[in-house]
């Protein structure tokens, strides 16, 4: 607590002072700032209230989202239950009204001139004879007969006159009133007509019958229609399967003009009315609704109240509600426990929070007996340890920054020193008429400015050859060898390139390579297909090893290098940070026939400026 003593005492630096009270007014300030707004937002400055506002928003979010997704779930689930159900309803009903249908037409079938009865109708109206056409007349009854005794679900069948309005051959009495045009009809081709579900036509029948009507033409030029009715049981499916679902469903049967031939709840759908549905399902008018066509050319359709389809959907909103309200207390029940657990560390914690506004850095160790604030008060009390130590860090940062701004003068001043020492050397040389001290000591001072970064040129590839030359001129002042340089002169000499990539290649050449009166060639030309500068530079030295070679082409420094090619790692660094993967640098050495170092930069659209 040595810090903490020089703390309350006033001994700290005047910096230190400064920058606490810099946080103290900038804390204080934050907290006002997020006080007034939290004010305007809410209206609310007790974190107690705001705990109860945001914890009865949030249960009540949660409530409101649960009662959405429930809903929706359910409201899904009930339509594809519904749906489904009814299309299979409707699939059971149109497969059982066609398969009457077919059977009925089989029967008129027969009933035709090409038919087994028929024929007898033909023999019946030929035959002059009494006692034949008697005989005749039995035997059409009976095989009318016998063919609705072999179909069970057949009722009446007969021909009827148009011309005299009277039936024959009836297997049953038919009622006093019938009237044969009095019959609707909800499909029909040619002389082939279908009549919906209606009161059968025998006298002593309660039934509901579906009919066909068939018009045929006999060689005696007389014309008769052949009527034939067979039980049918749509309403009674119909009334089932809606007590079976406590759901009133209507069965509808149309024409193909949408017109209601048929309609198990005739109040609703009365014959005659309008109803044209596009597709297979829908609503109209309140109702949920699934069509299918039928290949005899009528449209039968199930429709089934909105109303019964959300009766479900709407005793579930009822318990939704009980639900909420038991939500409900249970939140503030525990809103309000929340508020016992935590009012009191709040009030510790704010009391901290004031002392250490106030300068006073003292750890007091608080136990609540709730882990979380106990854990909170002991960080509270490492921070202040952390807020002494950075005081004291702050001071010797600043103390080392002041250190670290007199060395950068220091450097600063030494290349200045060392360039104005080596102007003056120029100077004396020219004045004393020395040639080739001045040329050295100027190519010297060029090499400098540009590797210090002193110069004010952009590093090209033509200021780097400018460089290289620099360099040589300067080597050869003191070593005996041949450069042969051959630069192909353009545009791509003026592109951006790596700063210092090709002195210390020539370098390695110079000083590793060549032997005495070596010989050092250097190629620079473009390929403008590939959009590349070709460098090369080979040297007539002792060249490389294999092992040797292999080192320096390793990426990564090998040990075994002695503390070589650190030139071409340079280089290599140099490319890949500029260039990417998009520039190459290859070496190729035999030992005693010299060494070939090969790069390839881009000058193109994708080259970076």
């Known amino acids: 607590m040595r810090h903490q003593r020089y703390f309350n005492r006033g001994v700290v630096g005047v910096r230190g002072n400064r920058l606490m009270d810099s946080w103290t007014a900038k804390a204080r300030h934050l907290m006002t700032d997020l006080h007034r707004l939290s004010l305007n937002a809410f209206g609310i400055s007790s974190l107690r209230k705001r705990i109860v506002v945001f914890l009865t928003a949030g249960i009540l979010g949660c409530s409101v989202l649960m009662a959405a997704v429930s809903y929706n779930a359910i409201n899904t689930m009930q339509q594809n239950k519904i749906k489904t159900s009814m299309s299979f309803d409707l699939y059971q009903q149109s497969m059982k009204l066609a398969q009457i249908y077919n059977n009925l037409l089989q029967v008129t079938q027969q009933m035709t001139p090409e038919g087994n009865v028929g024929h007898l109708m033909e023999s019946y109206s030929s035959t002059g004879d009494s006692y034949s056409r008697y005989l005749l007349k039995l035997n059409i009854s009976y095989n009318i007969g016998l063919i609705t005794f072999s179909n069970p679900a057949m009722e009446l069948a007969m021909y009827y006159s148009p011309a005299d309005k009277q039936a ?3 297997n049953l009495p038919l009622r006093e009133d019938f009237k044969m045009g009095s019959l609707l009809n909800v499909a029909g081709y040619a002389d082939i007509q279908y009549q919906p579900p209606h009161l059968s036509l025998c006298r002593f029948s309660d039934d509901q019958v579906v009919s066909v009507t068939r018009e045929i033409a006999f060689s005696d030029g007389s014309r008769k229609v052949i009527y034939v009715e067979a039980k049918s049981d749509i309403a009674t499916d119909i009334d089932a399967l809606s007590r079976s679902v406590n759901m009133p469903y209507v069965l509808v ?6 017109e209601v031939q048929y309609s198990s709840n005739q109040g609703i759908f009365s014959p005659g009315r309008n109803l044209i549905l596009n597709g297979t399902s829908g609503t109209t008018d309140g109702y949920l609704w699934n069509r299918a066509e039928s290949d005899y050319g009528y449209g039968m359709t199930l429709l089934l109240p909105v109303a019964s389809y959300n009766h479900e959907l709407y005793a579930w909103k009822n318990h939704m509600v009980l639900i909420l309200g038991i939500a409900l207390m249970v939140m503030f029940s525990i809103a309000l426990l929340l508020l016992r657990l935590i009012n009191r560390p709040l009030r510790m914690f704010e009391s901290e929070m004031e002392a250490l506004g106030q300068g006073h850095m003292d750890a007091m160790p608080y136990r609540t007996g709730i882990s979380e604030f106990d854990r909170l008060f002991d960080q509270f009390d490492k921070m202040k340890q952390q807020i002494q130590q950075l005081i004291v860090d ?7 920054r002041h250190q670290l701004e007199i060395e950068k003068l220091a450097y600063q001043i030494n290349p200045h020193f060392l360039m104005n020492a080596l102007n003056s050397v120029r100077w004396l040389a020219v004045m004393h008429q020395q040639a ?8 010297l001072i060029f090499l400098l400015h540009y590797n210090l970064g002193k110069s004010q040129e952009t590093a090209t590839l033509r200021t780097e050859t400018k460089v290289m030359r620099a ?4 080597q050869q002042m003191r070593y005996d060898f041949e450069v042969k340089l051959d630069l192909v002169e353009g545009s791509y000499l003026d592109c951006p390139v790596a700063r210092f990539i090709l002195q210390p290649i020539v370098e390695n050449a110079v000083c590793h390579g060549l032997d005495e009166h070596g010989k050092l060639d250097i190629s620079i030309s473009p390929d403008d297909t590939a959009q590349i500068a070709r460098i090369v530079i080979r040297d007539d030295g002792k060249g490389l090893s294999r092992e040797m070679l292999a080192l320096l082409q390793r990426e990564t420094p090998d040990p075994r290098q002695m503390g070589r090619g650190i030139g071409l790692r340079y280089v290599r660094s140099m490319l890949q940070s500029f260039y990417g993967d998009r520039a190459r640098l290859h070496i190729d050495s035999t030992p005693r026939q010299g060494t070939t170092v090969t790069m390839h930069l881009p000058y ?4 970076p400026m």
């Open 168 to 170: 024959a051959y009836s």
């Open 253 to 258: 049967l149309t024409n193909r003009e949408g």
């Open 394 to 400: 702050v001071e010797q940062k600043e103390k080392r």
């Open 436 to 443: 080739d001290i001045d040329k050295f000591v100027s190519s």
């Open 471 to 474: 360099y040589l001129d300067l």
């Open 604 to 607: 193109g659209k994708e080259n």
